[in-house]
């Protein structure tokens, strides 16, 4: 059985930590949580893991790293990926980024940092859900 995998990237450890502490404990025995410290490490990620037959389900990506900035990303992994739930966490985004990633990358939810795990759960949960409906009809 193909497994998933759900992808986090921020240029913060402490903030990287934490999501995936908080994803291994609800979704950790169904799929694989990955990390990384900037967009292109994702993509490389990304690119490994979907080539070894894992399927991509949701991104969380800040918005503001050094390098390739969170909307640039997600847009990215949109072209490659379309189907993947694309979630933006983010303390410092502007709103012109936001629209551009709703737009370009088909953005299922922002998420203000500090966030709540609730929420963040909930946000997943409903992407998935959607996701499972769409591939099985």
């Known amino acids: 059985m193909e497994q998933g995998i759900l992808l986090c990237v921020d240029d913060e450890m402490m903030v990287l930590s934490a999501l995936r502490d ?6 950790g025995d169904r799929h694989l949580i990955e990390i990384a410290e900037s967009a292109e490490e994702e993509l490389e990620i ?3 893991l979907s080539g070894d037959g894992y399927i991509p389900l ?3 990506s ?3 790293m050094p390098g390739m900035k969170g909307d640039e ?4 992994v949109h072209r490659r990926f379309p189907q993947v739930i694309k ?4 303390g410092q985004a502007d709103e012109e980024a936001v629209l551009r990633v709703r737009t370009q990358a088909n953005l299922h939810e922002f998420i203000v ?5 609730e929420v963040l759960i ?8 959607a996701l499972w409906t769409r591939v099985r009809s």
Do not use: C, H, N
């Open 73 to 76: 990303f997600l847009a990215e």
């Open 58 to 60: 949701v991104i969380i």
């Open 113 to 117: 940092k500090p966030w709540s795990t």
């Open 62 to 64: 800040d918005w503001r």
């Open 87 to 90: 979630i933006m966490l983010s």
């Open 22 to 27: 908080q994803l291994r404990r609800v979704y």
């Open 46 to 48: 990304l690119d490994e």
């Open 122 to 129: 909930a946000s997943i949960d409903v992407g998935l859900d």
